[in-house]
């Protein structure tokens, strides 16, 4: 167990309503990750953080945005929810073991835009 | 371009032995790994592979060749528990970024 959780579990929203899903962690990690999951397409990389305000694009960032003010904190926003961006979202930390670093993931946020 | 490939999906008989495999095209290489997922839960952790070679933990052993862009993850005296959807990831490069494959649904079957 990571202490990673993610807030909410699950979403239903309307299209063009802005969401913001919550990661959160317990464990001082430096590396935070947001990724979305849909079938055919594997775990897909969205934005990833790798210190407080320090942020980059991962392979699908369009209509995403992320911030990270506090350690413990990684947020993902949706400013403008659109049906293509229903999914499940999973969040995740990496940390070190002999120089590699493995990746764990959150419980996940089911989220559905109508 | 960067490419990971492993087959969609996979039946195996309780007790028996079966073998996942996933082929990698990237531009770096700083590992592969391996996580299992149950139906709807997160993915978790199994194993990873730095150097060519096989590694072991319990049932599970997972191989890599950097040589031929290949690794095997080997499950052992199945259990109907081991139904699940094996996905295997690589380490492009150094900024601990993973690119995962589409994951291979092992159905274990009594």
């Known amino acids: 167990d990571a202490g990673i959780t993610q807030s909410p579990r699950h979403k239903v929203t309307e299209t063009g309503t802005p969401v913001t899903l919550r990661c959160h962690q317990t464990e001082n990690h430096r590396y935070m990750y947001w990724y979305r999951q849909d079938p055919g397409h594997g775990l897909r990389l969205i934005h990833y953080?790798?210190?407080?305000?320090?942020?980059d694009k991962g392979e699908v960032s369009d209509g995403y945005s992320v911030s990270r003010s506090k350690t413990e904190d990684f947020l993902l926003t949706l400013e403008s929810a659109t049906s293509s961006q229903t999914s499940v979202y999973f969040c995740?930390?990496?940390?070190?073991?002999?120089?590699?670093?493995?990746?764990?993931f959150g419980p996940g946020t089911r989220l559905t835009v109508t | 371009g960067q490419n990971i490939d492993q087959p969609t999906e996979m039946t195996a008989t309780e007790g028996a032995i079966v073998q996942i495999n996933c082929t990698y095209q990237t531009s770096g290489f700083n590992g592969l790994f391996w996580y299992q997922q149950h139906a709807g839960e997160a993915p978790t952790f199994l194993s990873y592979?730095?150097?060519?070679g096989l590694e072991e933990k319990g049932r599970f052993s997972s191989f890599l060749s950097r040589s031929k862009g290949y690794s095997y993850l080997l499950l052992k005296e199945l259990q109907m528990k081991d139904s699940a959807s094996y996905l295997c990831?690589?380490?492009?490069?150094?900024?601990?970024?993973?690119?995962f494959g589409t994951g291979t649904l092992l159905a274990v079957q009594p």
């Open positions: 592979n730095v150097l060519d």
């Open positions: 990831a690589v380490n492009g490069g150094a900024t601990n970024k993973l690119i």
């Open positions: 953080s790798y210190g407080v305000k320090d942020t």
């Open positions: 995740a930390i990496s940390e070190s073991s002999r120089g590699v670093y493995e990746q764990y």
